[in-house]
């Protein structure tokens, strides 16, 4: 049977991870800094609860570091001497500049070596149809292959670290940050009443700010703050904002409609546009 070791596994994917494994018939067994947190999710899950690090890379075959992102590279680091023959070793951080480095030292010694990214969040329900990206380390057809025999139910999305980062910046940092500062915005309002008053749009973005504000701090400071690729569309954002509120303190009618239109106009390349209406009340109704 084979052994898998969850480093970092009382965290919130880390558990989900141990959690899914566990479902698939793999002994587990975790390893966490916050030792307290690790004996509850060890309990609660019947699993294995190694002393540290190096012992849980030590017993297992299938190595998955699910730690945070500045956190990562040191951990590699540190269970490096442990990882040898049959042994794989897994990170899913959700920056890749800063890990690959170290990952690919691993790899040169002849260890399998995944630089994956969950693109989706502990509430998934199964893997089932999510997907995961996979950056290549060093032989991107034998980790796509591995890849896909551990995690089956996935789709597996090829992507070179860089563009990953890149994407990163735009489809997390971006979204973090606008909703950061929406909460900011609406948490200085009452917001029982908002719920009462608020309409479709609003109780959808309210969702997603709430469940962004849930998340740990530390992981979303990373997000914003170690990816290079931030600052650019961040600064992009706020010239768009600065544009749009000129226009309307302007009063500027016809600047807010020609900026409206041409806007459409780019969103609409995309193929499911047409749906997006429906696509928004089916969230709602799933509220």
Request: charged share 25%; glycine share 6%.
């Amino acid at each position: 049977m084979l052994r898998v070791a969850v480093i970092g596994g009382a965290g919130r994917m880390g558990s989900w991870f141990a959690k899914y494994f566990l479902e698939r018939g793999y002994e587990v067994v975790i390893s966490d800094i916050n030792v307290d947190r690790a004996e509850v999710v060890a309990k609660s899950l019947n699993l294995g609860l190694a002393k540290n690090n190096i012992e849980a890379a030590r017993i297992a075959d299938l190595i998955l570091v699910s730690t945070p992102i500045n956190v990562t590279p040191n951990v590699l680091s540190e269970i490096m001497p442990e990882l040898g023959g049959s042994k794989i070793v897994a990170e899913i951080s959700s920056l890749k500049s800063n890990v690959l480095p170290t990952l690919r030292e691993i790899a040169n010694r002849g260890v399998k070596s995944l630089s994956i990214h969950p693109l989706f969040g502990s509430g998934a329900r199964g893997m089932a149809g999510e997907r995961i990206a996979l950056i290549p380390v060093s032989d991107q057809l034998v980790e796509e292959d591995l890849a896909r025999r551990i995690f089956p139910e996935a789709k597996i999305v090829v992507v070179d670290f860089k563009v990953h980062d890149e994407i990163m910046a735009l489809t997390l940092a971006l979204t973090h940050f606008i909703n950061i500062v929406f909460a900011s915005v609406v948490g200085e309002e009452d917001i029982s009443l908002l719920r009462r008053l608020g309409g479709t749009t609003f109780t959808l973005q309210l969702a997603l700010s709430e469940a962004v504000m849930a998340e740990e701090p530390s992981l979303y400071a990373s997000i914003q703050i170690d990816n290079e690729y931030t600052i650019k569309y961040l600064s992009k954002f706020m010239s768009k904002a600065a544009r749009l509120k000129s226009i309307v303190e302007s009063k500027d009618f016809g600047g807010f409609m020609e900026l409206y239109r041409l806007t459409q106009e780019m969103i609409s390349r995309d193929e499911e546009f047409a749906g997006a209406y429906e696509r928004m009340y089916r969230a709602l109704e799933a509220l």
